[in-house]
């Protein structure tokens, strides 16, 4: 088994290689200073998200150190993320706190199952022009839902729908608020500016705690998070099971898949940017495992869906985190906060919320990957472009799920596209390099009677008609009909059942079928069909020549039998 699918966390693997006094050191600096940078970003997610800002923190807290403490990676830090805005903010919208609490233990459920089974690998196939997709609409979305706070516009109710809020905003463009703009565009500008002054304290937090010193200090107009949502707690909930029923579990299925999907991406991703930047090596199952369980304790403690965090995980790792237990750090620094200081996160303004949300907005949607891919082939764009507009325009989940059915489609297309077969006359079929390899069929004199047809490529559903049209020209012609399949790495099951169709038709008109070149893989599964059996394992050769022997043996028996009846 490979170390990458071990279900046995990280923490332990350090703890046996022994923990130094300096490693404590650098975990507990590193822990502090992601754990102030993570408390900006977990309230804005979660207001952003349409839940109270006190969930962003019990989910940073209890999901955060969930994840260190089972987590497949040395330096992964958990917790909400931008990636979820969209979508838990549509759950909380048609279903409420409640079923956001449901699909998110369901989403759990899901990816603890996917990390027993060893499905980490699986889970990263979902192809590049989904993910660019959804994360570019994701993002245009967060940037749409900023727009009220960060003009301090006096909208009652925004729809979720992207339009008809774009529509409402513009429509209430003159109760624009100078003051929320002032603090939203020079948040903006702190985010962006302030790395290079130095990448040791956030910006983001600087620019929070300036804003709500002044603000308060000057008592100026501007809405505040206290305002809108009330005191922020200063401890965490009791845990407590939110309503099941099967009814709302058959519901919720679709966002919980959704959100385990999402979920499980995200972290991978983010653990094999760690991978890079430390040189080790993640293990997807175990971090799957540690997703799972994360987000099945986060919503008892009223949290929403966790995973790992690309920007906290970079930072960790560059501000000299090594191990777990700087993750773990990060989650207690968070608590102490919300213990002493929880009470003055209600004086902070939304605008500058919504200016920090701006930012990680713009860093999101990586346009630029997003312009490279419209210069792909057609299917990839229209992959891209279904993908992005289904987020924006319809749904996150729908947008996944058909993203991920067109690139299957586009990629089974291409498969057939690439795969061949065709009667080997003169070399047809062969490439120049094949034509001087030592099996090309241009050495070799085939016997009159024998025809000769090459098959390449995955010989799957999506091909088995093309090699049926090609195939159904030979049969019951040629007296000995040899198939090369050296070039077929697979074989499914309407393939097989292609391949037993031919030899039945060419039974019929009396021709005798050879199979030459098959490779091991599909050798297995033409035994375990039977289907060797029934063609008679001496009509199965390794090679060509063996296999033109064979014919002439045919051919030979044939022309015996021919002369005794006609004695």
């Not at 990060?330 to 500058?352: D, E, K, N, Q």
Request: charged share 15%.
């Amino acid at each position: 088994m490979s170390s990458s699918s071990l279900l046995v966390p990280k923490i332990v693997t350090v703890f046996r290689e022994g923990y130094s006094r300096r490693q404590l050191s650098d975990d507990l600096l590193a822990g502090l200073i992601v754990g102030i940078v993570a408390l900006p970003l977990a309230i804005a997610f979660a207001i952003a998200s349409g839940v109270s800002p006190e969930q962003g923190l019990y989910t940073a807290i209890v999901a955060g150190f969930i994840i260190s403490l089972l987590s497949g990676s040395r330096v992964q830090i958990g917790g909400p993320t931008g990636a979820f805005v969209v979508l838990v903010a549509s759950i909380v919208q048609r279903y409420g706190i409640d079923g956001l609490a449901l699909a998110t233990l369901m989403a759990g459920g899901l990816l603890l199952v996917m990390g027993l089974a060893r499905l980490g690998a699986v889970i990263s196939y979902i192809p590049y022009p989904v993910t660019v997709g959804f994360t570019s609409g994701i993002a245009l979305i967060i940037f749409a839902g900023q727009l009220r706070d960060l003009f301090g516009l006096q909208v009652a109710e925004v729809p979720a729908e992207f339009l008809e809020k774009i529509e409402v905003l513009a429509h209430h463009a003159d109760s624009f608020n100078g003051w929320a703009l002032l603090f939203g565009g020079g948040t903006i500008l702190t985010c962006l500016l302030w790395p290079r002054l130095t990448r040791r304290f956030p910006g983001s937090l600087v620019a929070i705690v300036a804003c709500t010193v002044l603000v308060q200090f000057f008592d100026l107009p501007l809405e505040t998070i206290g305002s809108r949502f009330g005191e922020v707690p200063s401890s965490l909930p009791t845990p407590h099971l939110p309503t099941v029923s099967w009814a709302a579990v058959r519901e919720l299925f679709p966002s919980a898949l959704a959100i385990a999907l999402l979920g499980g991406v995200e972290s991978l991703l983010s653990a094999v940017v760690a991978d890079g930047m430390t040189e080790r090596r993640h293990r997807s199952n175990m971090e799957l495992v540690a997703q799972g369980v994360a987000n099945l304790v986060s919503p008892l403690f009223g949290g929403i869906p966790a995973t790992g965090a690309i920007a906290r995980t970079a930072t960790n790792v560059k501000n000299g985190g090594r191990t777990p237990v700087a993750g773990m750090i990060h989650a207690l620094t968070l608590l102490l906060i919300l213990v002493f200081f929880g009470r003055f996160a209600s004086y902070i303004p939304l605008a500058t919320l919504a200016g920090i949300l701006v930012v990680i907005a713009l860093h999101m949607g990586e346009w630029h990957l997003f312009a490279r891919l419209l210069r792909s082939p057609k299917g990839d764009v229209a992959v891209l472009m279904a993908t992005f507009l289904l987020t924006v325009l319809v749904d996150l989940t729908v947008a996944i799920q058909v993203g991920v059915v067109l690139a299957a489609f586009l990629f089974m297309r291409r498969m057939v596209e690439v795969a061949e077969v065709g009667p080997l006359e003169s070399g047809a079929l062969l490439s120049e390099e094949d034509l001087d390899h030592p099996e090309s069929l241009s050495h070799r004199t085939v016997p009159a009677g024998v025809e000769v047809y090459e098959l390449a490529g995955p010989f799957f559903f999506g091909a088995a008609d093309k090699f049926k049209r090609a195939l159904e020209t030979a049969a019951g012609r040629p007296a000995v009909l040899i198939l090369r399949l050296r070039h077929v790495p697979v074989i499914d099951a309407t393939g097989l059942q292609a391949l037993e169709n031919l030899c039945r038709k060419a039974r019929r008109g009396q021709t005798r079928v050879i199979l030459s070149g098959v490779v091991p893989q599909v050798r297995l599964v033409l035994e375990h069909a039977g289907f060797l059996a029934a063609l008679g394992r001496e009509n199965i050769l390794s090679n060509i020549d063996a296999a033109l022997a064979r014919a002439e043996q045919l051919l030979n028996e044939r022309e015996g039998d021919q002369s005794n009846s006609m004695r």
